[in-house]
């Protein structure tokens, strides 16, 4: 049990719910709050932080967004706001955003893809289980399927990159990973289904990501960090360019 060093204490009541936030962070800081711990019940917090129920719940929801807190319903031990680990899905939501406000181009997301999975690939090479083998081959067989739904296809696609990035045994290197890949997932399957020639980019793809995992169980690090890069280069500039930036082309 940490020991307590930072007490909850009454909130300035102007930017209530931002000063929540400080509050519950300085308790994280302070140890005093750790992944799988409950968060005091919202009317408790009331007191404690002498701020309105609505400060609070607002302060909660953001924390929700962010990946920091889950909500448990019920009335039992496992219930409330409890502190977890989901650093992805608050990643995951802030670069959609930005993505959709063209904060972060198209281009420059494609850099940090090749040069984070790059590395993912190299760290798998080397330390990929045999469970870490099966979980890639799972969506490489999907895709290997066919009459596929592109749709399908893309989320398979996704889970295979998830699947290399996670062998890597990096946790902040696959959860940013697991971000990028998701906030472009909307990206990706709009490019998929502007393709004319989809059988013909489906059968690329597919021979691509096999010859990653053959790279990545010969244990190969320099192979498979090299293909995974030309892989995510290849297919932003061949296909999700073309096809997004000039789509007239996709009928041709």
């Known amino acids: 049990m940490a020991q307590t060093t930072a007490a909850w204490e009454p909130v300035p009541r ?15 800081l302070a140890g005093n709050l750790r992944v799988g711990d409950r968060l005091p019940p919202e009317r408790e917090l009331v007191e404690l932080l002498g701020v309105s129920r609505a400060a609070v719940r607002e302060a909660l929801r953001v924390l929700e967004a ?15 706001s409890v502190i977890a680990a989901m650093p992805s899905e608050g990643l995951t939501q802030l670069l959609r955003l930005h993505m ?10 494609a850099e940090a893809r090749a040069t984070l999975e790059r590395s993912s690939a190299r760290l798998a090479a080397e330390r990929a289980t045999e469970d870490d083998l ?28 998830v699947a290399i990035a996670e062998a890597g045994g990096n946790r902040l290197m696959a959860d940013m990973t697991i971000a990028v890949r998701n906030a472009v997932r909307h990206t990706l399957l709009s490019a998929f ?50 096809v997004l930036e000039t789509p007239e082309s996709a009928a041709e």
């Open 14 to 28: 102007s930017r209530t719910f931002e000063l929540v936030l400080a509050r519950i962070e300085e308790q994280i």
């Open 66 to 80: 962010q990946g920091v807190l889950r909500s448990r319903v019920g009335t039992g031990p496992a219930s409330g």
């Open 100 to 109: 959709a406000l063209a904060n972060f181009p198209l281009g420059d997301v």
């Open 134 to 161: 099966a979980r890639m081959r799972e969506p490489l067989l999907r895709m290997d399927q066919g009459g596929l739904a592109r749709e399908q296809f893309n989320d398979s696609d996704t889970e295979f990159h």
């Open 193 to 242: 289904n502007k393709l004319s020639d989809w059988e013909a980019v489906r059968a690329r793809l597919r021979a691509e990501h096999h010859a990653i995992y053959d790279a990545v169980v010969a244990k190969d690090s320099e192979l498979a960090g090299n293909l995974v890069e030309a892989h995510i280069r290849g297919f932003h500039k061949d296909i999700v360019h073309t």
